[in-house]
């Protein structure tokens, strides 16, 4: 005894001590059954695990482990601390933060885990997993400031490849900024990451929905479709997803209703399938109030009105406050026959909103109150802004018109005025929907005009040449086909001069014109023709010396010098035959008798008169004229050529015998000036 009591205190250290050196960790035996067990989502394998957990205190992956798996079990106070016991064995165990960050956050405590989030800071969180649950536990209380933070820690951790998750956390902080487009990017970028993220998937839906409900009518189709098909992929894996269901129902209903407009087949086979889905939400789960709102919808549009009204009405007692539950209620009541219950909800109902003020106004142009339609659909108009469905609200309003004209028709007690001006009304409307380029409303609009009368056919025809050019066959078709009718008005001629005489009148030039010319050209007189004698070619006889030249300007001209030997006569081509005959003499009597010589003064040039010219009387006989002049000296005087006489027409005038004019000689004792210059060469080769 005496020689253990040394041992004592050692044999005290290593039983308090036993337990460190036990083992940290289950073998691989031991772990291979619960993994199994949780692989397979059996229901005792949480039981397994923590049994597991409770032989291996010091287990810090199997304490994390359970963390997540009661967290997955919405156990959230046993999940922290699971997930504490494991941050205790590994303080730096940044997973089992994380999971502890997850288990706070269900908890609705954010402060704690933002203080569990601000010890793990740069290299402390390597994959960024802490910073990014903060981020989640922020954008769920609504802080999405601190969100932004958290998350940009985050991806600067990751910088290379971060993974799907934290491009979904942010579409999801996108989509709470109301910022859709970026929200649309993040999710095509997180299932390009992992296409199997089905979270992403529905969360992408979401959004596409939303983003229907903001664009334009063109692409509202469009987005749609791709909810339908995102909605799909979630419900194809996970059948019992409700809200999948719900969101699947959702899209298929809201399109429907827009197919109804123009595609009416396919938009109630479409709602067919809707009203499948969403039953489908409200079987998994009776609690969803917008499953049963939007498969009373669906039910509405399929036509079974009582069913309709049940799940309206369920919707409400949920405690739904859409607007749309009463509209659509008044019109499965009006629809199944319940006036009283329609009177009763119409009086509860009143639309606000301009989605409101057209879905009303839909619903009770299809339910047959046109009335109340075209009050709804009009004072949703000035609100708004995107053409096509501005385009397609007129459309409506002109089709409730053209309806309760034709419902006035039927009453034996109506005004054929008030039906006349409710299609005027009718054709307005379509005519300002034409003008956004509406083709159906243009159709309408071509089909009422022209069957009413000739001359709103005529309007009309000119109409659709405003709208589709003046090469539009259908148009001038129209205004052809309408003309006689809406000039005259069914009374002919006096119709027309007294409707439209500026058209009479032009018409009656137009068909007197012919005759007047034919009549014209008749009485025409008649003219005339006459021959013309032909006439030899004048002939210049060249000179044998060559003329002299015309003295400068700046000099005084002189005189010419009498030639010491004169001329040969010029001769004259024969009238008949073309050949050169021999110069005759002319008559003695023509000829010219020369004045006696006189000495001219020497100081004083002989000048040409600007407007003298001789001409020389026709010889008798009918001889040829001649056409030369020549200067030809003469006992020392100068003689004067006869000019030639420009060609005429031989008429009977013609013909006669042209008296001479008379020689005028100057008396200044100066030699007769020529009056006409001798012929040069040149003038030969210019004739």
């Excluded at 337990?19 to 949780?38: F, H, I, M, R």
């Excluded at 197919?259 to 609690?287: C, H, M, P, W």
């Excluded at 009498?562 to 081509?573: D, F, N």
Aim: charged share 25%; aromatic share 6%.
């Amino acid at each position: 005894m005496n020689l253990l009591r040394p041992l004592l205190p050692a044999m005290f250290v290593a039983l308090v001590g036993s337990p460190l050196w036990s083992a940290d960790a289950p073998t691989a035996e031991e772990w291979s059954g619960v993994e199994q067990a949780l692989n397979e989502d059996a229901p005792d394998a949480s039981a397994k695990l923590s049994a597991l957990v409770a032989a291996y205190p010091r287990w810090s992956d199997g304490h994390r482990t359970l963390a997540q798996v009661l967290l997955r079990q919405g156990k959230a106070d046993a999940a922290l601390t699971a997930a504490k016991q494991a941050m205790a064995s590994a303080p730096s165990d940044a997973n089992a933060a994380a999971v502890a960050i997850q288990a706070l956050g269900a908890l609705q405590r954010p402060a704690d885990a933002f203080a569990i989030a601000d010890q793990f800071i740069g290299d402390k969180d390597p994959q960024g997993w802490v910073n990014f649950r903060a981020a989640e536990v922020a954008l769920n209380s609504g802080d999405r400031a601190k969100a932004d933070l958290h998350l940009s820690l985050a991806n600067g951790r990751v910088k290379k490849s971060p993974p799907a998750e934290f491009a979904y956390l942010d579409a999801r902080i996108s989509a709470a900024a109301g910022d859709l487009d970026r929200a649309e990017v993040s999710l095509n970028r997180a299932l390009a990451a992992n296409p199997r993220l089905w979270d992403a998937w529905y969360e992408l839906g979401v959004v596409q929905l939303r983003q229907a409900d903001a664009k334009t009518a063109s692409t509202r189709r469009e987005y749609l479709d791709k909810a339908i098909a995102s909605f799909g992929k979630v419900t194809a894996i996970h059948g019992k997803d409700a809200l999948a269901w719900l969101g699947l129902g959702r899209a298929q209903v809201t399109l429907a209703q827009d197919l109804l407009i123009d595609r009416a087949d396919e938009g109630r086979a479409l709602a067919a399938k809707a009203a499948a889905s969403l039953k489908n939400a409200v079987d998994l789960n009776d609690g969803l109030r917008d499953a049963h709102l939007n498969l009373g919808v669906a039910l509405l549009v399929d036509e079974h009105h009582e069913q309709a009204i049940t799940h309206l009405l369920r919707a409400r007692d949920l405690g739904s406050t859409s607007r749309t539950l009463g509209f659509n209620l008044m019109l499965a009541y009006q629809k199944a026959g319940r006036a009283a219950e329609f009177e009763a909800e119409a009086r509860n109902v009143q639309a606000v909103s301009t989605a409101e003020k057209l879905t009303a106004g839909i619903g009770f142009f299809r339910a047959g109150n046109h009335a109340l339609a075209v009050e709804l659909l009009t004072s949703a108009l000035p609100e708004l802004t995107d053409s096509e469905r501005v385009a397609a609200t007129n459309r409506f309003i002109g089709h409730a018109h053209a309806a309760h004209a034709a419902s006035l028709l039927t009453r034996a007690d109506t005004d054929p005025t008030a039906t006349e001006a409710e299609l005027d009304r009718a054709r307005e409307a379509w005519r300002k929907a034409g003008n956004h380029k509406d083709y159906p409303a243009q159709r309408f609009f071509m089909a009422q005009e022209t069957a009413r009368s000739p001359e709103l056919g005529y309007a009309a025809g000119w109409q659709h040449l405003t709208w589709h050019g003046y090469t539009s066959l259908d148009g001038w078709s129209s205004v052809v086909g309408n003309y006689g009718g809406a000039m005259t008005g069914g009374q002919g001629l006096p119709g027309m001069w007294q409707r439209h005489p500026v058209h009479l009148i032009v018409w009656g030039v137009l068909a007197f014109l012919p005759l007047c010319l034919a009549l014209f050209a008749f009485l025409r007189p008649k003219r005339e023709t006459v021959s013309e004698r032909p006439v030899s070619e004048p002939h210049v006889r060249p000179v044998s010396k060559p003329p002299i030249s015309k003295p400068p300007m700046s000099k005084p001209p002189m005189s010419k010098p009498p030639m010491s030997k004169p001329l040969p006569a010029p001769k004259s081509s024969a009238s008949s035959g073309g050949t050169r005959a021999p110069a005759t003499k002319p008559p003695q009597a023509q000829q010219r008798t020369p004045s006696p010589p006189t000495r001219p003064p020497a100081a004083t040039p002989v000048t040409k008169p600007p407007s003298a010219k001789a001409v020389s009387p026709k010889p008798p006989g009918g001889g040829q004229m001649e056409t030369e002049a020549s200067m030809t000296p003469l006992n020392n005087q100068m003689l004067e050529r006869r000019e030639a006489r420009p060609k005429a027409v031989e008429t009977e005038q013609s013909l006669r015998p042209a008296k001479a004019p008379e020689k005028k000689v100057r008396n200044s004792g100066e030699f007769a000036a020529l009056e006409r210059r001798t012929p040069r060469p040149e003038d030969d080769k210019k004739r």
